[in-house]
């Protein structure tokens, strides 16, 4: 199993970033498919999680109406849209594959001023 996370970055309060988990060595289409993510001192959280086939999608109170998690099996990716981003938002941002436990390498969000 390889996840590879891409698309963080440095921006502004208010602006957007879009963040792309590509997976290989397993049947995407599958599986269930998470973001996580970690900020410094603090425990890795849950933000997003959407089934195999894409119909149901959950996410964290804290960036619910703000973040949209997405897929696309025939690119085996996983997205995370993340819009009206705030400072607390920074973190090392992580994709997942639940029941085979496997994590990406992450990707640095921060957003700063």
């Known amino acids: 199993v390889q996840l590879v996370e891409s698309g963080g970055g440095l921006v502004n309060p208010g602006e957007s970033l879009r963040l792309s988990c590509a997976a290989s060595?397993?049947?995407?289409?599958?599986?269930?498919m998470s973001w996580h993510r970690q900020a410094p001192g603090k425990e890795r959280e849950l933000v997003a999680t959407?089934?195999?086939?894409?119909?149901?999608?959950n996410y964290a109170d804290s960036v619910k109406g703000r973040f949209t998690i997405s897929r696309d099996d025939a690119k085996n990716t996983v997205y995370l849209q993340m819009n009206s981003l705030k400072p607390e938002d920074t973190a090392v941002y992580y994709c997942?594959?639940?029941?085979?436990?496997?994590w990406g390498q992450g990707t640095q969000v921060t957003v700063s001023s």
């Open positions: 997942k594959v639940p029941t085979l436990n496997s």
């Open positions: 060595g397993f049947t995407f289409s599958n599986y269930r």
């Open positions: 959407i089934v195999n086939g894409g119909r149901s999608t």
